[in-house]
């Protein structure tokens, strides 16, 4: 049987690729803040002042999302009770593009939206087709209409 600390490993592997990439938005981020405030002169320093705080606030807001993704990971890491060695055990690391594009389309094909119909399947136009025919009888006859 598969444990929950196995089964939130995605998770994980998400929340951790959240930080690397806001991380990396950081480092790029300082540096071309960086190259801007090298290229200030008195020319042009009321318009360079002006991006320089913009990016000064976009950085900001950037460190405070890495630090809302690392209390996310804490607090899941001990509601969980993952140790060091889990996270050697479950392979947890920054999901790679790979796996979010596996996970993706593994998640459409639980929903039911298939692109061939089959027994037991039926494809996106064909369920949109039914919640507006749905839609149509419920005007028709005075019922509340629903939003699947």
Not at 16 to 45: C, F, H, P, W
Request: charged share 30%.
């Amino acid at each position: 049987m598969t444990s929950t600390k196995e089964l939130f490993a995605p998770a994980m592997n998400y929340i951790l690729r959240d930080i690397a990439d806001n991380e990396e938005m950081l480092k790029n981020g300082t540096e071309y803040l960086e190259r801007v405030q090298a290229k200030t002169s008195t020319y042009n320093k009321a318009k360079q002042l002006r991006q320089i705080n913009r990016i000064k606030n976009e950085l900001a807001q950037i460190k405070e999302s890495i630090k809302k993704f690392k209390r996310e990971l804490k607090y899941y890491a001990s509601y969980f009770g993952y140790t060091e060695n889990d996270f050697k055990k479950y392979n947890l690391h920054p999901a790679t593009d790979e796996e979010i594009k596996a996970d993706y389309e593994q998640d459409m094909t639980e929903l039911g939206f298939n692109d061939t119909a089959g027994r037991g399947k039926y494809t996106q136009y064909q369920h949109e087709c039914l919640v507006q025919r749905v839609h149509e009888f419920n005007k028709a006859n005075n019922l509340p209409c629903i939003n699947f």
